[in-house]
Every structure is written in structure tokens, then in C-alpha cells.
């Protein structure tokens, strides 16, 4: 095999390999955010299926929602506040 295409494989499976762990990423985040849908529909009512590598994303995400929530709560009020009557 000639060194330009064994660079060439190389650098293809180089870019296979970060559109994999892309794919990977993503697939994960749907994944939590599929659970966490799940628990507010009421759908699932325990995670005892669960890992607990997943269990520790699940719970940062329900943490960072309600962050999200509190913050838009407080914008929400200040608006409130903040109008002439």
C-alpha cells in the first residue's frame, strides 16, 4: 500500500470516528431528554432500569431545566413589575 493512501484511510477513518462519537453525543442527550419527557407525561414511573451513569445525566438535566424555570420565573415577574398601571 502506497503512504498517500494509507494517509488517505487514515484521515477517512479519523473523520468516521468524530462523526461517530458525534452521533454518539446525540444519541445520548435524546436519550435523557426522551427519560426526562417521559417522567413529566407520567409515563415511567421509576428509573430502576437505569444505569447510573445515565441516572447522574438525567438528574443534571432536571437540574438545569428547573435553573431554566427559576430564571424565566424571575424575568416573567420582573416584566410584571416593571409595567406602568
Known sequence: MLDDEKT???????????????????????????????LMLGRRNNLDDLTMDILQDVRMAIVKYCLEIRKRIKELRSMDFSKPT
Open 8 to 38: 488517505i484511510l487514515e484521515q477517512q477513518i479519523a473523520i468516521g470516528t468524530a462523526r461517530l462519537e458525534e452521533l454518539r453525543r446525540t444519541n445520548r442527550e435524546l436519550e435523557i431528554k426522551l427519560i426526562v419527557c417521559d
